[in-house]
């Protein structure tokens, strides 16, 4: 993500089994307010889902911002989450360490617990607390490779940028 990419408004895309839904707030001050929404039905939800209409996804996804109201969503810039039960999280325990040595150690102790291997996934972190014995508790979130590439390719082919 640029600095130019956070100076700018973002709406939220959430894709689901069998809509897709647009958001975009508008902040006045220190409170925003629903500027865009829309709910757009998959044409062919089955298809859309096991990824063999990605044109149908494509266009649905432009047409959410299209028939948004009560505006028309003004903004390429996208945030979008994956599938709750596509992804994976957990809490782990790791002794402390500084932050080069948590980036090898965390994916290798992650692996131990995700469903997934370290090349079929996406692993991200965050620590979260020291304990008082002084080891870390990290929040690990882990998504398959094939799925976040999916979304990066079909949210960019909608002529969007993911944030």
Not at 130 to 149: S, Y
């Given at each position: 993500m640029t600095t130019e990419t956070l100076n700018n408004p973002i709406f939220g895309l959430d894709i689901g089994s069998y809509t897709i839904k647009?958001?975009?707030v508008k902040f006045h001050g220190d409170r925003a307010e629903l500027y865009a929404a829309s709910i757009v039905d998959l044409p062919d939800p089955k298809m859309v889902l096991t990824k063999k209409d990605r044109r149908g996804l494509i266009e649905s996804i432009k047409k959410a911002t299209l028939l948004s109201k009560p505006h028309k969503i003004d903004t390429k810039y996208v945030a979008s989450a994956l599938p709750e039960s596509k992804a994976y999280s957990d809490i782990i325990t790791l002794p402390q360490m500084d932050e080069e040595e948590l980036k090898t150690a965390v994916p290798f102790e992650a692996a131990k617990h995700m469903p997934l291997t370290l090349e079929e996934s996406y692993i991200d972190f965050?620590?979260?607390?020291?304990?008082?014995?002084?080891?870390?508790?990290?929040?690990?979130?882990?998504?398959?490779?094939?799925?976040?590439?999916f979304y990066r390719e079909i949210i960019s082919k909608a002529g969007m940028e993911l944030v």
């Open positions: 647009a958001a975009q965050s620590p979260i607390e020291i304990t008082k014995d002084k080891k870390i508790k990290i929040l690990v979130v882990g998504a398959p490779r094939e799925l976040v590439d």
